[in-house]
């Protein structure tokens, strides 16, 4: 049974990857439709965004009052809704309007299942359950380039998405009995047992706000290097844009790739260490960016980063209960997830006013400072809140 649990999140995590792309995917195909600027995209964005924050910040109390497997049943249901609301909407406000649901169903199922898994499971799995998120966010893309190859309209890859996640709904329904059977007499049956703690409570705890940091500062260098390495490849280094797309896919695959891999060295390696490895192998690879050379060594330097950003947000995730507490883990968890979206919204944006009023060159030097403030918080969080000596199975 405990096995058939960890498929069941198996699945769950590649549908959280799902959705997450979509909108990127479909935009091009979807504005002229709603005649709006191109740049209305981020509008959705920061709604869904907003949504996910506020999900996340609530998260401790839903899972405290509701249970993990309710929570995850009931908010993939309401992403699953806001699929279908895309799918049908004839206008950008009524895409605004289902964005609000979109965002609400993300948040608090992210921060409850990683608390769930931090809590039950080994490091191995928290590393394989983010590459299956990986293979969700790559999915998605592929089923609405298939719906519009296929003349279907982005409408059907909204659709398609949404009868997938409507599936794992039922799935996650029937569910619920072993998600029961899992919590009692587990740190979980702990952790629920105290009440929901308010953010000036959380913020008080030692380490808290250094982790939340730490958070911000790895989302915020992920998503930019993300968003920003084709257009540094193609901008400064000179490259087709093309040539630049594909090159900078490698930092994705990278990432992927990277997190499927951690899960064998995490036999090895404790939490900290594993995101220490991570903050070397970004180090040198934005390093590399910053020296002179032909273009295919672009190539090593985004795998390098990707690779390096594989092992760090899963191993922050499974060593939260270990520095806070079961009790409090699933609190910080539910911040540090806040926190990690405004870093998404607010630093990659930062960037483009950077490279718009500056240069796009600089984009290795953003990457360094953002890694060093990174590495600062999570000494400081490794001195505030050590680790436990009462390890989890």
């Given at each position: 049974?405990?096995?058939?649990?960890?498929?069941?999140?198996?699945?769950?995590?590649?549908?959280?990857?799902?959705?997450?792309?979509?909108?990127?995917?479909?935009?091009?195909?979807?504005?002229?439709?709603?005649?709006?600027?191109?740049?209305?995209?981020?509008?959705?964005?920061?709604?869904?965004?907003?949504?996910?924050?506020?999900?996340?910040?609530?998260?401790?109390?839903?899972?405290?009052?509701?249970?993990?497997?309710?929570?995850?049943?009931?908010?993939?249901?309401?992403?699953?809704?806001?699929?279908?609301?895309?799918?049908i909407?004839?206008?950008?406000?009524?895409?605004?309007?289902?964005?609000?649901?979109?965002?609400?169903?993300?948040?608090?199922?992210d921060?409850?299942?990683?608390?769930?898994?931090?809590?039950?499971?080994?490091?191995?799995?928290?590393?394989?359950?983010?590459?299956?998120?990986g293979?969700g966010a790559?999915?998605?893309?592929?089923?609405?380039?298939?719906?519009?190859?296929?003349?279907?309209?982005?409408?059907?890859?909204?659709?398609?998405?949404?009868?997938?996640q409507?599936?794992?709904?039922?799935?996650l329904?029937f569910?619920?009995?072993?998600?029961?059977?899992?919590?009692?007499?587990?740190?979980?049956a702990?952790?629920?047992?105290?009440?929901?703690?308010?953010?000036?409570?959380?913020?008080?705890?030692?380490?808290?706000?250094?982790?939340?940091?730490?958070?911000?500062?790895?989302?915020?260098?992920?998503?930019?290097?993300?968003?920003?390495?084709?257009?540094?490849?193609?901008?400064?280094?000179?490259?087709?844009a093309?040539?630049?797309?594909?090159f900078?896919?490698?930092?994705?695959?990278?990432?992927?790739?990277?997190?499927?891999?951690?899960?064998?060295?995490?036999?090895?390696?404790?939490?900290?260490?594993?995101?220490?490895?991570?903050?070397?192998?970004?180090?040198?690879?934005?390093?590399?960016?910053?020296?002179?050379?032909?273009?295919?060594?672009?190539?090593?330097?985004?795998?390098?980063?990707?690779?390096?950003?594989?092992?760090?947000?899963?191993?922050?995730?499974?060593?939260?209960?270990?520095?806070?507490?079961?009790?409090?883990?699933?609190?910080?968890?539910?911040?540090?997830?806040?926190?990690?979206?405004?870093?998404?919204?607010?630093?990659?944006?930062?960037?483009?006013?950077?490279?718009?009023?500056?240069?796009?060159?600089?984009?290795?030097?953003?990457?360094?400072?953002v890694?060093?403030?990174?590495?600062?918080?999570?000494?400081?969080?490794?001195?505030?809140?050590?680790?436990?000596?009462?390890?989890?199975?």
């Open positions: 049974m405990i096995h058939l649990l960890l498929a069941i999140i198996y699945l769950a995590f590649i549908s959280l990857g799902l959705p997450d792309a979509l909108l990127g995917s479909a935009w091009p195909a979807m504005y002229p439709e709603f005649d709006v600027p191109v740049s209305y995209a981020g509008i959705i964005s920061m709604i869904i965004a907003g949504g996910t924050i506020v999900s996340s910040l609530q998260s401790d109390r839903l899972t405290r009052r509701l249970g993990t497997g309710k929570v995850t049943a009931i908010s993939v249901a309401a992403t699953a809704v806001a699929l279908f609301g895309f799918s909407t004839n206008s950008f406000w009524g895409l605004c309007v289902w964005a609000i649901p979109y965002g609400l169903g993300a948040g608090s199922v921060a409850a299942l990683n608390n769930y898994v931090a809590l039950h499971y080994k490091s191995m799995h928290m590393s394989w359950l983010h590459c299956m998120w293979i790559t999915a998605g893309p592929y089923l609405m380039g298939y719906a519009l190859a296929g003349d279907m309209g982005w409408n059907a890859g909204y659709r398609y998405i949404g009868i997938i409507v599936v794992l709904t039922a799935i329904i569910s619920l009995p072993l998600w029961k059977r899992r919590t009692a007499g587990t740190t979980e702990e952790a629920v047992a105290g009440k929901a703690l308010s953010l000036r409570k959380i913020l008080e705890i030692p380490g808290a706000k250094e982790v939340m940091l730490c958070f911000f500062c790895y989302c915020a260098l992920e998503q930019t290097a993300m968003l920003w390495a084709s257009s540094y490849l193609a901008l400064y280094k000179g490259m087709s093309d040539t630049a797309a594909s900078a896919s490698v930092f994705f695959i990278g990432i992927t790739v990277g997190r499927a891999l951690s899960g064998f060295i995490t036999m090895k390696l404790n939490d900290a260490q594993m995101i220490r490895l991570g903050q070397v192998l970004i180090a040198a690879g934005v390093a590399a960016m910053l020296l002179p050379g032909p273009q295919t060594v672009s190539l090593i330097e985004l795998s390098l980063v990707g690779l390096g950003c594989a092992p760090i947000y899963p191993s922050i995730i499974h060593s939260t209960p270990d520095h806070f507490g079961a009790d409090k883990s699933q609190a910080v968890i539910g911040v540090q997830m806040a926190s990690a979206y405004v870093g998404t919204c607010l630093m990659p944006p930062l960037f483009g006013l950077i490279a718009n009023h500056i240069t796009v060159a600089l984009l290795p030097v953003y990457l360094l400072a890694l060093v403030l990174m590495v600062i918080m999570h000494e400081l969080l490794s001195k505030k809140a050590p680790i436990s000596t009462v390890r989890r199975e």
